[in-house]
């Protein structure tokens, strides 16, 4: 466990670029000079019980924005937080009840430009403590944990495609069990696997 945790420390410190949900697709990429909200997400990293593992959510399957998708807790960024640090561990208590007092920060990882305009803002932590996931039902409908060592190998990672807008449009997924991670979700993880593997 130890050993994963020192790889992400020094994935850290290498060079990441940005990403998008267009580096698959850049004939999609929209011009320059468009407006992106900013926004936060979380990306915990749980040590318990001998295992390093992903904290994901399930978003709720009545939302009207990616209903039922794996995310990380996040969100916009908001007038009130005082950083993208802050906005990350107000949404992980919102949206999962992950007490901010139990996450160590680690870093930013590149930031993510998605297909809506977002501009999201991963936050790399560890969470050392017990805690006991409580999905805020409104915007989630399940908490769940994978094995950092599966996102973290890159030959898990598949590119899938599917029509968008009348569009084909290609994307990376790294499913697990039931669960399908992909999107914006699985290329930001994708890019820590590629920055723990130099």
Not at 120 to 135: E, H, K, N, Q
Not at 175 to 196: K, M, N, Q, S, V
Request: net charge neutral.
């Amino acid at each position: 466990m130890q050993a994963e945790v020192d790889r992400l420390i020094a994935a850290l410190g290498r060079a990441a670029g940005a990403s998008s949900d267009f580096d698959l697709n850049p004939n999609a990429a929209p011009s320059a000079g468009g407006v992106l909200r900013p926004a936060a997400v979380l990306v915990p990293i749980w040590l318990h019980q001998g295992q390093a593992r992903l904290i994901l959510t399930k978003r709720a399957s009545h939302l009207k924005h990616h209903p039922g998708q794996i995310a990380f807790p996040g969100g916009k960024i908001d007038d009130s937080d005082e950083s993208p640090e802050a906005a990350a561990l107000r949404e992980a208590w919102e949206e999962i009840g992950l007490p901010p007092d139990r996450v160590q920060i680690l870093g930013r990882l590149g930031t993510h430009e998605t297909v809506t305009s977002y501009s999201i803002i991963p936050i790399l932590s560890l969470v050392r403590d017990a805690f006991t996931p409580t999905p805020e039902r409104g915007e989630v409908e399940e908490v769940f944990s994978v094995p950092l060592a599966h996102v973290l190998d890159r030959a898990r990672y598949i590119v899938e495609g599917r029509i968008w807008k009348g569009q084909p449009r290609q994307y990376y997924a790294v499913p697990y069990g039931p669960y399908y991670i992909w999107g914006a979700t699985a290329r930001i993880l994708r890019g820590l696997a590629e920055r723990a593997a130099q």
